[in-house]
């Protein structure tokens, strides 16, 4: 194994947390490299559907210290638009970004924390004095243990997969999931196909007023009460589905209405408990993630949940860890990309704190 040199912190995902997490950084004197495992910048971004739009204007969805540029004829810009925000941003601000750079696990050595990962040129280890965990969840997307999947003759994908509807032109999808990703994807599935939604409670649709605006704010006051002792619904209180513009066509058009969750599974389909079946050709699971931290295992093992303990963003097992972005338990609306910015800001100055005493 190839071993590098020491430096004062490793940043593990070079996604909108890792960058973030750069930013305050360089502001800071502190030696420091972010590892990314994706071939090229955007993080997540340019994986995920054609369709995708954030939830809120340009202007409101930024890194810190540059506004997001307006997408022209897109009030709510594309995931794509997103990855060449997050590509100009690494350059504008010269972020030591590595890639593509694996990192296999975090553990304690010492003082310092190393820092084992694969490169294109082969095994290679960083000596850290603090890491900060930022890889998302987009590589552990979640789908539930149900009776008889594996039976299923049809076609099955998670929303992690999906990338367009003429794929499944004429065909009956079962859309699984309560979130809007759930219902973003359902309302253009059925403009194709012929679709089903199935979730394990009635998703409560938002207000049409509401965006990520709101949804921030709302989750930034919900933060602030709960270290007064006040505990609330936070962004939860509004309700599940954003309606962004094509689920409000859908809802118009009548298909936005979900079924309660199926028991098990047959060649043909879904089986509801009172013996109710829906053949159909395919499943597309909408069932949400997991945070990737299979790294961190040699300090920290996740829970059922796949969240591990923190006080914001430090690890209560070692104060030297930091997770960043993986959700509001790392942070006020951390997985989003102005909340990542937020987060960022606390873990860099505790990380500089620790390392100057």
């Known amino acids: 194994m190839e071993h590098g040199a020491d430096i004062d912190v490793a940043v593990v995902g070079g996604g909108q947390a890792g960058l ?9 004197g502190l030696e420091y490299l972010i590892l990314d495992d994706a071939p090229a910048p955007g993080g997540a971004w340019p994986l995920y559907w054609d369709s995708l739009r954030l939830f ?8 810190p210290g540059w506004w997001m540029p307006e997408q022209p004829g897109e009030p709510f810009p594309t995931a794509g638009h997103v990855a060449d925000y997050f590509a100009a941003y690494e350059d504008r601000y010269a972020l030591p970004v590595r890639r593509p750079v694996r990192v296999r696990e975090v553990r304690p050595q010492g003082a310092r924390l190393a820092v084992r990962a694969r490169t294109a040129e082969g095994p290679r280890e960083w000596r850290a004095r603090a890491v900060v965990s930022a890889t998302g ?21 998670h929303a992690a997969d999906y990338r367009r509807p003429e794929a499944f032109a004429g065909m009956r999808v079962a859309v699984v999931g ?6 973003q994807i359902l309302a253009e599935l059925s403009g194709v196909a012929e679709t089903l939604w199935a979730a394990r409670r009635e998703p409560r649709l938002m207000p049409d007023d509401v965006d990520g605006r709101v949804l921030f704010d709302v989750a930034t006051r919900a933060a602030a ?14 309700g599940d589905i954003v309606m962004v513009p094509p689920v409000r066509e859908a809802r118009d058009r009548g298909v936005l209405k979900a ?11 879904p089986v509801w408990s009172d013996g109710q079946e829906w053949e159909c050709d395919a499943i597309l699971w909408c069932t949400g993630f997991r945070p990737a931290l299979e790294h961190l295992a040699p300090m920290v093992g996740p829970g059922a949940d796949g969240t591990v303990p923190t006080e914001g963003t430090r690890s209560s097992a070692d104060p030297r860890l930091h997770l ?17 910015g937020m987060a960022a800001k606390t873990a860099v100055k505790e990380i500089k704190a620790l390392l100057q005493e």
Do not use: C
Not at 56 to 63: F, Y
Not at 178 to 183: I, L, T, W
């Open 20 to 28: 973030a997490v750069g930013y305050h950084l360089r502001r800071t």
């Open 56 to 63: 809120s204007p340009a202007e409101h969805s930024p890194l």
């Open 137 to 157: 969840t987009w590589s552990r997307p979640h789908t539930p243990a149900l009776p008889g999947r594996g039976r299923f003759g049809g076609l099955q994908l």
């Open 178 to 183: 309560g979130g809007n990703s759930a219902a």
């Open 225 to 238: 009460a709960r270290r007064e002792g006040v505990r609330g619904d936070g962004a939860a209180g509004l």
């Open 259 to 269: 079924h309660p969750m199926f028991e098990r599974l047959t060649a043909k389909g």
């Open 324 to 340: 960043v972005g993986y959700g509001d338990w790392t942070g006020p609306a951390s997985a989003t990309i102005i909340g990542a």
